[in-house]
């Protein structure tokens, strides 16, 4: 048996902000390191390429984590899930505070990379869970949106603390800053909840329902997690971004680019769910890769061509968190959607991993990114086509099963 039990809007507003503080806290990892590159490199005496293993070994370990919340998070349940990531991240900043070498390098890493798959990875399906199709999108684009605002933060105090303290009091400051918004979001959102439609809640006893293989090992699934990886394999050049300002730009025009960088970046992730529904998928992968072409602006040496320059590459960016579960739920559903983004999450990662060593590699190459971002569009299109693949191959197969489950 089941029964219907309300939920007020003051609940469901309360759930909504401990999503998006989740994503907040995870920009606190996504962004900081970036501003400390160049003062890590100089201070310790190592390569770009041999820091960015860094980025390489947090990504493969947040793939890896990701993968596992699915098993590990029922098991735990939200709240000591989160416990785990907010003191294994913590932990992980504190151990960045003290580097000395370039294995507590790749250690910080590994603790930050794995310990955030539990703070990342369940947003998307606290959204799934308590917001109906009809308000998904607007939600997971507020929720998504989190990144860029945390991004924001960041951009207006991490170049001034490392710049006139030292980046080892920036790792510190990080490690505080996640500390708190991971709790107060576990305080929000990290109990157990039904499933929802709307604001009426139906609760009832049943197991737990297992991940669908079929559509795991569907030709149209794999596409959708290469569609992932090549997209991030792209799209982690955003974590050498500062050091790229720094290239031609004074510390208070990085401050503002990073600013407005994160800023549209919110404005975008918001707007994502209501440019979905008005372009559809098809319509939304052609916009994904004509923005893409927002990079050749990055190259420029006028500060004003890359401000402008922002606004397209913002789009693009915007479909790694926002785009990509919404064409997953599209593809598959909203109940395999919630369950196996772990796995295009972990993909996502896989392509950080990968592009983190492409980045650094070019960087000590040519002594500029400039090359690589010649190559964007090129990646951005690849994404493009494996996720059109992926999508209109998966509602031509699963469209009946999809409308039978979720009627």
Request: proline share 2%; aromatic share 12%; hydrophobic share 50%.
């Amino acid at each position: 048996m089941s029964e219907k039990r309300q939920v007020s809007n003051t609940k469901l507003v309360l759930v909504a902000m401990g999503a998006v503080m989740l994503m907040i806290s995870s920009a606190v990892v996504s962004n900081s390191t970036s501003y400390f590159i160049t003062s890590v490199t100089e201070e310790l005496n190592i390569s770009r390429a041999a820091f960015s293993v860094y980025y390489t070994i947090i990504s493969i370990t947040t793939a890896i984590g990701s993968v596992l919340c699915g098993t590990l998070i029922p098991k735990l349940g939200n709240r000591k899930a989160f416990l785990v990531g907010t003191v294994g991240v913590t932990i992980g900043f504190l151990i960045m505070s003290r580097l000395t070498s370039l294995t507590m390098v790749y250690a910080g890493a590994a603790f930050i990379g794995f310990c955030q798959a539990f703070i990342v990875v369940p947003p998307v399906s606290v959204v799934n869970t308590w917001f109906p199709k009809e308000h998904n999108g607007l939600v997971m684009g507020l929720t998504m949106a989190g990144t860029g605002m945390g991004g924001v933060v960041m951009a207006q105090v991490m170049p001034r603390v490392v710049a006139n303290v030292s980046w080892r009091t920036g790792y510190l400051v990080s490690a505080v800053m996640f500390c708190v918004l991971t709790l107060v979001a576990n305080a929000l959102c990290g109990s157990a909840v039904p499933e929802a439609e709307g604001a009426a809640v139906k609760t009832e006893k049943k197991k737990k329902e297992k991940l669908d293989m079929s559509k795991v090992l569907s030709v149209a699934f794999i596409f959708m997690v290469l569609g992932c990886m090549s997209k991030c394999f792209s799209a982690v050049f955003n974590q050498h971004y500062s050091a790229h300002l720094q290239e031609s730009f004074s510390t208070d025009q990085i401050a503002l680019a990073m600013t407005v960088f994160n800023i549209v970046l919110i404005i975008m992730k918001i707007s994502m769910g209501a440019i979905y529904e008005k372009l559809k998928y098809k319509g939304m992968l052609i916009a994904i890769f004509v923005s893409s072409f927002g990079y050749y602006g990055w190259m420029s040496k006028n500060f004003n061509i890359v401000l402008v320059a922002t606004v397209l590459v913002m789009f693009c960016c915007s479909a790694d968190t926002v785009s990509a579960p919404l064409l997953l739920s599209e593809a598959f559903g909203k109940k395999f959607a919630s369950a196996a983004w772990g796995i295009c999450w972990g993909a996502l990662y896989a392509g950080n991993a990968m592009g983190s060593i492409m980045w650094g590699a070019i960087y000590d190459k040519f002594g500029s990114y400039n090359p690589g971002l010649r190559l964007q569009p090129a990646m951005v299109a690849l994404t493009c086509v494996l996720w059109f693949v992926a999508v209109t191959y998966g509602k031509k197969k699963f469209g009946k099963q999809i409308e039978a489950e979720e009627n």
